[in-house]
């Protein structure tokens, strides 16, 4: 697979071209931003240890028959993924109260949702990526009812799949945000990634934060809480043979 031009480059990844039209590579970068980018750093490892967290949550997703844009782990940092239309609007599954949702609605942190609460954002930097309901997508055509439909499905049983593995490897699956896209054919798969940073992840025993709330927060080396999550998933998975 050849790599070509660069495509895009956000905060945390940068995409590239491939020499397949339907194929892109994506290269984590060791950038760490928190509050609109406010508060950042560069913070050596991070990539490749988000790249390898990502690709063992999506091959996890994959065999569970959730469709996903990963194709494959390429490099230490680098994976191939499906090129997809990116829709706007980030989903977030909250099964515990934790971050933006305590301050805003005044609730206690730690109270669980059950059911799991689902909220949308509008994918906006400039915006700050507020807020929004299901009718200001439709709306603002964002995306079509089926397509809410599938993603809220797709988010949920997402959530059961990471919820009970995480559980099972010492690790409370706090909350997280997806993204999704389209596929040429119109097919809403998930793209983006799964990693520390677009999830809240707690020590099952100590509480311990171990997602980038550690850099938000300053609550940690993050690196360290990033290896801690690996360590225990990649653990109980050798131990299993």
């Excluded at 790249?51 to 194709?71: C, K, Q, Y």
């Excluded at 990116?86 to 206690?108: F, Y």
């Excluded at 360590?231 to 043979?241: C, R």
Aim: aromatic share 8%; hydrophobic share 40%; proline share 4%.
């Amino acid at each position: 697979m050849e790599k070509r031009e660069l495509l895009y480059e956000g905060k945390a990844k940068k995409i590239y071209k491939t020499d397949d039209q339907n194929l892109l590579i994506a290269e984590y970068k060791d950038s760490a931003t928190a509050f609109d980018a406010i508060k950042k750093a560069t913070i050596t490892g991070k990539g490749v240890l988000n790249n390898t967290l990502a690709s063992f949550f999506f091959e996890l997703l994959n065999r569970e028959g959730i469709p996903t844009h990963f194709v494959k782990k390429l490099s230490d940092r680098e994976m191939l993924v499906k090129k997809v239309e990116i829709i706007p609007v980030e989903v977030v599954i909250r099964n515990i109260a934790a971050g933006s949702i305590v301050k805003r609605l005044g609730i206690e942190k730690g109270k669980p949702f059950n059911p799991p609460l689902i909220e949308f954002y509008l994918k906006n930097d400039e915006l700050h990526d507020p807020i929004i309901c299901e009718q200001h997508i439709y709306a603002l055509d964002l995306a079509k009812p089926e397509e809410v439909k599938v993603m809220k499905e797709l988010a949920l049983k997402i959530n059961e799949v990471l919820k009970k593995f995480m559980e099972e490897h010492g690790i409370i699956l706090v909350d997280f945000k997806l993204e999704f896209g389209r596929l040429p054919d119109g097919t809403v798969i998930l793209a983006d990634e799964i990693s520390p940073d677009t999830c809240r992840f707690w020590d099952k025993e100590t509480g311990e934060s171990l997602d980038k709330d550690r850099f938000r927060f300053d609550l940690g080396d993050l690196i360290e809480g990033y290896k801690k999550v690996l360590e225990k998933i990649k653990g109980e998975k050798n131990e299993k043979g």
